[in-house]
């Protein structure tokens, strides 16, 4: 599976949105881009996930560069809830999902 | 809420002992992933089962073993517990056996504590 590259921490303030980035310079063709988060001890909780399109959901979007060496997971509206440690993961033909130390993403009011 | 249940949610024991922790998936889930995270370790792949067979295995000690019944659960039994056993063990549920393309959906956990 391919590394990620992931800033340690963010701070964005309640209301705005999050724009979470993620450098995946090494990824192959048919590997997928993953995000899950994990909010204090919880189990982790999945976010969304591409391949190379945009994509979105209820909670979400994932927004992946043409060449498909990063992409950017954006909260539309972050409340104190998503306060969370967020994981981007890129698998290849694994079973298992591959967690790196994730960015420490924190709502202020 | 995941629909993934485990239980214990704690589970304290000393060393040396032998614990099982059990993990029903979602409704309609085949697969079964285990997961381990402790503080030094990260979360870590432990094992998958898919329809009662083995399909994956990644860092799991040999004291450490699973299995996955006829009506889909799942336990993960630990032997021979050790201090450096102590961490948040996840089970993980997906549809199939289609690789990176199943969505894994965990459970809320057990943490063991060994002392």
């Known amino acids: 599976d391919a590394k990620t590259t992931q800033p340690p921490s963010m701070d964005c303030a309640e209301g705005r949105a999050a724009n979470l980035p993620c450098n995946h310079s090494t990824i192959s063709g048919n590997e997928y881009v993953y995000w899950y988060r994990q909010i204090h001890s919880q189990g982790p909780q999945y976010i969304i996930h591409?391949?190379?399109n945009n994509e979105t959901n209820e909670m979400a979007s994932l927004i992946i560069t043409e060449d498909r060496k990063s992409s950017t997971l954006i909260l539309p509206h972050a409340t104190l809830r998503d306060t969370a440690v967020y994981y981007c993961i890129v698998r290849g033909s694994n079973y298992k999902l591959t967690f790196g130390k994730g960015t420490l993403l924190t709502v202020n009011p | 809420d995941s629909g993934v249940t485990q239980t214990p949610k704690h589970l304290i024991t000393a060393t040396g002992q032998r614990v099982t922790l059990r993990c029903s998936p979602r409704?309609?889930?085949?697969?079964v992933y285990w997961y381990q995270q402790s503080l030094d370790q990260g979360l870590q792949f432990l094992i998958q089962?898919?329809?009662?067979?083995?399909?994956a295995k990644g860092n799991i000690l040999e004291r450490f073993s699973a299995q996955q019944f006829p009506d889909l659960h799942s336990e993960l039994n630990l032997s021979s517990l050790e201090l450096g056993d102590s961490a948040l063990y996840f089970c993980a549920s997906s549809v199939g056996d289609r690789g990176n393309q199943e969505t894994q959906y965990f459970g809320p956990g057990t943490r063991l504590l060994v002392l």
């Open positions: 591409g391949l190379k």
């Open positions: 089962y898919y329809n009662g067979e083995e399909r």
């Open positions: 409704s309609g889930d085949l697969s």
